[in-house]
């Protein structure tokens, strides 16, 4: 089972992920770590975000902004991600780590 995915960025930039909600397995230890569709979504707003406004100023407010959510309704799924190993915290802004951005390209690509 599938299911489609949009995210914006600022610029206009529509990234679309066609994301696997079955429950396969991606192999490696956190690739491997099932995430449910709105993590995978938090996941996308990061990258997007990232790529909006640079490495240095995307905090947990301003994705739940950007998404149009209460920030206590996006700590599960970026708490998820942290535990995931798919995103850091680097004074106080999100980062995507190389197994997040392999999710990220995982996810965009519909693989």
């Known amino acids: ?5 949009h995210a914006q960025s600022g610029d206009g930039i529509m990234v679309t992920a ?8 991606l192999g490696g ?3 491997n770590t099932k995430l449910t569709l709105r993590t995978e979504e938090v996941l996308l707003a ?17 994705l739940a902004r950007r998404m149009g959510l209460n920030p206590s ?7 998820r991600l942290l535990d ?11 980062q995507l780590t190389l197994d997040g951005e392999y999710r990220v390209m995982k996810l965009v690509n519909g693989k």
Do not use: C, Q
Request: neutral net charge; glycine residues 10%.
């Open 1 to 5: 089972m599938s299911h489609i995915t």
């Open 18 to 25: 066609k994301t696997d909600t079955s429950n396969r397995n």
């Open 29 to 31: 230890v956190s690739k």
């Open 46 to 62: 990061i990258a997007v975000g990232l790529k909006d406004i640079g490495p240095h100023g995307l905090t947990r407010s301003e």
């Open 73 to 79: 309704s996006i700590k599960r799924h970026v708490d």
């Open 84 to 94: 995931g190993g798919f995103i850091e915290v680097d004074d106080h802004s999100l």
